[in-house]
């Protein structure tokens, strides 16, 4: 029989992509790494790695063996939701990770509504994009990731893992400066008058950058993006102070009224969806089923979104 933790190793390799990443977030050393590999392809007895320059790769004897590995591990995953549930109190350690407006606008109502009706469940919420989070799912990081889906720009779904909406987002051309009366009427008609002024967006690579480049270009204009930040309250204030526009999604203010002239977005491509993803064996452990009723009432106590 192969030996469980040699083989989450080689499971950790497939998604970290390294012996270091693996070494490093599991406090182990690379050799050592290297060694319980090596260990586990005598097990096998076909090799597992091949080089590819300074890293390795797995081979197709190795994916068919991590593919079993998540098999196990999710049937593991849903034994210990089970033994959870047999209990009378929830307790432990319940690991999230959200992206910036939903970490501001969510996140401490529903830790509010956590603690009120299990105060033995710590939780540790790390702030971080869904580009990375979401990875870091897969990896057994994180038990829970608040994520985002721009119009148009559909995530990929692995088999493994679960989504559950939570609300949509309506998304807003922001106006630079305080005076958006100057701008034209219609959704196409003032964003194409922007077609000339700076913008503030979030930085290549990420979903958001790529929903709003399109966009744009729909509109007939490539965009000159003057400041690239993940943090949108920058992109909130540098509008403000009318030295970009942007595209703002309503959970920055968090129902207040905007600080910002706001237009509407052309049909269909105005609003985000946001939801939560788990992975598929711990969907029904208490504590994701607490987290992701407490994200919901969350949504229900807020103000309506304009």
Not at 171 to 196: E, F, I, K
Not at 289 to 299: F, W
Request: glycine content about 6%.
């Amino acid at each position: 029989m192969f030996d469980l933790h040699r083989l989450r190793l080689l499971r950790e390799l497939k998604h970290r992509g390294t012996l270091a990443a693996v070494a490093a977030a599991l406090s182990y050393a690379p050799s050592s790494v290297s060694q319980q590999l090596s260990q586990l392809e005598a097990e096998v007895g076909v090799p597992l790695l091949e080089p590819v320059g300074r890293r390795v790769r797995l081979t197709e004897q190795a994916e068919i063996l991590v593919a079993h590995t998540e098999a196990v591990l999710e049937r593991l995953e849903r034994a210990e939701a089970d033994i959870a549930a047999s209990l009378t109190d929830l307790t432990g350690t319940l690991r999230i990770a959200a992206f910036q407006t939903a970490a501001l606008a969510l996140v401490p109502t529903a830790l509010g509504l956590l603690r009120e009706r299990h105060p033995g469940l710590r939780v540790h919420l790390t702030q971080r994009e869904p580009e990375k989070a979401l990875p870091g799912l897969q990896a057994r990081d994180f038990d829970l990731v608040l994520a985002e889906e721009y119009p148009g720009n559909p995530n990929p779904r692995p088999p493994e893992l679960e989504q559950q909406d939570l609300l949509d987002d309506t998304l807003h051309l922001a106006l630079p400066g305080p005076d958006g009366t100057r701008y034209p009427r219609g959704a196409l008609a003032v964003l194409r008058s922007l077609g000339s002024r700076p913008w503030v967006m979030e930085p290549e690579g990420t979903a958001a950058r790529r929903w709003a480049v399109a966009l744009c270009r729909d509109a007939g204009f490539e965009p000159d993006v003057r400041f690239e930040t993940t943090d949108l309250l920058l992109h909130l204030r540098l509008v403000e102070q009318g030295h970009a526009a942007a595209f703002l999604p309503a959970l920055v203010w968090d129902g207040r009224p905007p600080p910002v002239a706001l237009r509407h977005l052309p049909r269909g491509r105005r609003t985000r969806r946001i939801f939560t993803v788990v992975r598929r064996g711990r969907s029904r452990h208490p504590a994701v089923l607490a987290c992701r009723d407490a994200l919901l009432r969350a949504v229900a106590l807020r103000s309506p979104l304009p």
